[in-house]
């Protein structure tokens, strides 16, 4: 039997810090045996389509394919599918919807990466948020779970939108369930959140940049930052997508997900850089072999491509959790006779 769990479904199943302890168990466990592969392609429509396979972490007999339709003008503008299926005899075990998976995993593995790379929390943390849509929308939750925010900055060149985000987050507690060091106890503190005129506005007032657009210029230049600040970019997800121009990049300590990807579609490429100018992954900080941030002034910038492994990591929480609360239609995708 095959579970079909919606957007509804997952919204219900998956929690926030225990989606950040499966990712950093994930991040800490190294390169699974087989490399994922992120495929991509343009469509002869208004949209792309990418394709991810397969998701494996050690420990899961399961793996994940996902396939997505980015349409910038659609809403949701990323639609798709993931399925999971057992890695005993490749079972369709779930079909889970790819939008929800897709922006928990990006948002909540942004979060960890900004937590580990940004400065020790001290004081007001001041929070700056680019492009108010849905991964923007986790990442603020699973850095409020991670650490205190007292101050939230909001740009979004849809305004109405921008400001739908603001009222989601202004006063609202950042509770937490994970006792885990470096995931964190709950910062149940008080938010303030303002509207914020331009991108720049953001850097020049908040000490944490989070960016997740559809920006194919540079959004920031090194004039825009400073020392001591921490960006994530989400946005330069594929070719011709960019949000930090390569002055940035090249003056602060870059963390990634993958060098290659990054080098071939992400931050790395849009800015025109190798494989090599990423001083580290995500990874081999967590796992101690990079000591990651190096001083209070340094600047740092995490820019993630994604990968399948944090699909599966999701899909098999979401799926386990469906399981034994039974949530979710159960299909015969076969239709296999009885008697």
Not at 173 to 197: C, D, F, I, K, Q
Not at 222 to 237: E, I, K
Not at 254 to 275: F, K, N, Q
């Amino acid at each position: 039997m095959t579970r079909i769990l919606t957007r509804r479904d997952l919204t219900a199943l998956l929690d926030p810090a225990a989606c950040l302890e499966a990712l950093r168990d994930g991040f800490t466990r190294g390169d699974a045996a087989v490399p994922g592969q992120r495929i991509r392609t343009d469509l002869p429509f208004p949209g792309t389509a990418t394709a991810l396979i397969p998701g494996l972490l050690p420990g899961i007999d399961a793996y994940t394919v996902k396939v997505n339709a980015k349409f910038p003008a659609a809403t949701p503008a990323l639609r798709g599918v993931i399925c999971l299926h057992s890695g005993h005899d490749g079972e369709l075990l779930a079909l889970l919807d790819s939008a929800t998976v897709t922006a928990w995993r990006t948002g909540l593995a942004a979060a960890l990466g900004t937590h580990t790379l940004a400065a020790d929390p001290g004081g007001e943390t001041v929070v700056g948020v680019i492009g108010a849509g849905a991964q923007a929308d986790l990442m603020v939750t699973g850095l409020r779970r991670l650490r205190r925010v007292t101050k939230l900055l909001v740009h979004d060149t849809d305004e109405p939108r921008a400001h739908a985000f603001a009222a989601r987050h202004a006063g609202a507690p950042a509770h937490s369930a994970a006792t885990r060091p470096g995931v964190g106890a709950a910062h149940p503190g008080g938010l303030a959140v303002e509207m914020a005129g331009s991108a720049g506005e953001v850097a020049e007032r908040a000490g944490i940049v989070l960016l997740a657009t559809w920006s194919r210029a540079p959004l920031l230049r090194l004039a825009d930052t400073r020392p001591g600040q921490h960006l994530t970019s989400l946005g330069a997800d594929e070719p011709g997508k960019c949000e930090l121009a390569a002055d940035v990049l090249e003056a602060a300590l870059v963390a990634v997900d993958d060098r290659e990807l990054a080098a071939a579609m992400g931050a790395l490429a849009a800015a025109g850089l190798p494989a090599e100018a990423a001083d580290a992954t995500l990874g081999e900080i967590l796992r101690g072999e990079h000591p990651g941030r190096t001083g209070p002034e340094a600047r740092t910038v995490y820019a993630p491509v994604g990968l399948p492994w944090q699909d599966l990591a999701l899909s098999w929480l979401a799926y386990q959790e469906a399981g034994r609360r039974g949530i979710g239609l159960e299909v015969d995708l076969l239709d296999t006779p009885t008697g």
